[in-house]
């Protein structure tokens, strides 16, 4: 999923090309773990591609609330790079504390199921709907996912649109260029599970209000 737009590639198609061509395919899964698949594992193993990437990485900062991350990939690319990654070589190892974490929000999602999932995406379609109530689509970007980019060009027009709406309570962070090209300026909002109707539908409302 990706981090800015929300949306997600063919990985199916992804994986069959880089096979094909004898490449190697590397997913970076930080925005799907602990959202998608039967228990949060992720986008690869729901599609079942585990033998066709070559790496994953996941990290423990997003959907596991800790912070870390790790690789996922064959013994031969662990070993390779226990012994070559200086960037693993010359880091501090995570803290007792932090893999306590880790290994509890596992847990976590295991003992909760499909619940807290269920509750997200029925909020992100409960949230398009809103968005399609306001006739606000085309500022959206295409998602199905949590990540929803609502399209404010402008750097100052954005900031001002976050702005009206942290004084109501809601949090938007404004994404500016260069972190996206200029006239791509937006909204970044990140839908949860906790989240209520009432919620959702009062957010919508005062954007189109805004905008």
Not at 14 to 31: G, P, Q, W
Not at 125 to 137: D, G, I, R, T
């Amino acid at each position: 999923i990706f981090s800015m737009d929300g949306d997600s590639p063919d990985l199916k198609t992804f994986a069959k090309y880089a096979k094909s061509n004898e490449y190697c395919l590397i997913v970076d899964e930080a925005h799907a773990v602990g959202v998608l698949g039967n228990n949060g594992e992720g986008m690869v193993p729901l599609l079942k591609l585990e033998k066709d990437v070559f790496a994953r990485t996941v990290t423990f900062g997003k959907g596991f609330g800790c912070h870390g991350a790790a690789i996922l990939g064959s013994e031969d690319l662990k070993d390779y790079l226990v012994n070559f990654a200086k960037s693993f070589i010359y880091t501090t190892g995570l803290t007792p504390h932090s893999l306590a974490t880790i290994i509890t929000a596992h847990e976590f999602l295991d003992e909760l199921g499909k619940a807290p999932r269920t509750l997200l995406f029925e909020n992100i379609e409960y949230f398009k709907k809103q968005v399609a109530s306001h006739k606000l689509e085309a500022c959206f970007l295409p998602s199905d996912s949590a990540i929803q980019g609502c399209i404010i060009p402008g750097s100052k027009n954005a900031k001002e649109v976050a702005n009206k709406m942290l004084d109501k309570g809601f949090d938007l962070k404004a994404v500016l260029s260069p972190t996206v090209p200029v006239g791509q300026e937006r909204l970044r909002i990140c839908l949860h599970s906790y989240n209520s109707k009432e919620e959702i539908g009062l957010l919508v409302k005062l954007l189109a209000s805004y905008m």
